[in-house]
């Protein structure tokens, strides 16, 4: 209703873009100027390419626990290097021509994740596999938080779960909509989706604890190779790890955040993996929760973030 009191044209359509985000975000004050320069510089590719902010939850980060200042920093690691140059889904502060909105029925927010459902039909309407292009800036999103320590791992918990139930319910729409897509662009995309999902943030810490004390307790006479082997792969996930620790540390800069975690930082670095694990294990919890209830416990109940200020 809104699309036609405009009256805008059709072919003018390509020339509006709308903006997607949360109550809890803060926009530089160059986000329109970066996102137009872009699309003008890819040549409007109206019903092709959908545009996203790196986001970051430096919103008194500095001040919260390690579980969620940990999570923070790699969702930002995983937002740079695997959501956006895989294409396989926007996240909560997105933006897109009027043109792809109309065609693609625009949003419907009644989902848990309405970015990714949306992406989906729109793919379907549009028969290719939409391509999400990084606007230039940075983009401040509110983390999860509490009053307390206590309620503030309780929130990340729900947060977790919320976002894990939220995933199985769009692979089950995506796969009702599959037969809608092009064969070669539902498969690409539907295989980054689970490898993303469901091995990397679910089993991946799932299965290094359960490698290594398979080793420690059941494999007797380890060949040294294969110990070198595990100390390596530990080796390269810290290393990973240090990456995002080492963007925050810049991005603070280029937004100019003041924060105090310097002491903190190396103990935050250390807790990392356990914060993977114990994320791994909410999701694994969640992902049976949909077995077995089914759509009962898919709602859309946003954590609290009352501690923001």
Request: charged share 15%.
């Amino acid at each position: 209703m809104a699309v036609s009191q405009m009256n805008v044209a059709d072919d003018d359509m390509k020339n509006i873009l709308v903006t997607t985000c949360d109550a809890d975000s803060k926009f530089p004050r160059d986000y329109i100027a970066a996102l137009t320069w872009k699309y003008l510089k890819e040549n409007q590719p109206a019903l092709t390419t959908i545009y996203q902010s790196p986001l970051f939850y430096n919103w008194k980060l500095d001040s919260l626990s390690f579980v969620t200042r940990v999570t923070g920093l790699l969702r930002s690691l995983l937002m740079l290097g695997a959501l956006i140059p895989f294409n396989i889904n926007t996240m909560s502060i997105f933006s897109y021509s009027l043109s792809l909105a109309k065609k693609g029925n625009f949003i419907h927010p009644g989902y848990q994740m309405d970015d990714i459902i949306c992406l989906i039909r729109w793919m379907g309407v549009t028969q290719q596999r939409l391509r999400i292009s990084m606007i230039p800036v940075p983009v401040v999103s509110g983390p999860t938080s509490g009053e307390t320590m206590e309620i503030e791992i309780m929130e990340w918990a729900r947060q977790a779960r919320r976002w894990t139930i939220g995933a199985a319910e769009v692979f089950h729409y995506f796969i009702i909509k599959a037969n809608r897509m092009p064969k070669m662009a539902a498969f690409s995309w539907g295989l980054v989706f689970i490898i993303y999902y469901g091995v990397l943030l679910c089993t991946a810490g799932l299965y290094g604890l359960t490698s290594m004390l398979s080793m420690i307790l059941i494999v007797k006479h380890v060949p040294p190779m294969i110990v070198y082997l595990m100390y390596g792969f530990l080796g390269l996930q810290m290393l990973t790890f240090l990456v995002a620790f080492i963007i925050d540390a810049l991005i603070v800069q280029l937004m100019h955040i003041s924060q105090c975690i310097y002491i903190r930082n190396a103990f935050h670095f250390i807790l990392t993996p356990f914060v993977l694990l114990g994320y791994s294990l909410v999701e694994l919890y969640a992902l049976h929760e949909v077995i077995v209830f089914g759509k009962k416990v898919c709602k859309h109940g946003a954590s609290k973030k009352s501690a923001l200020k």
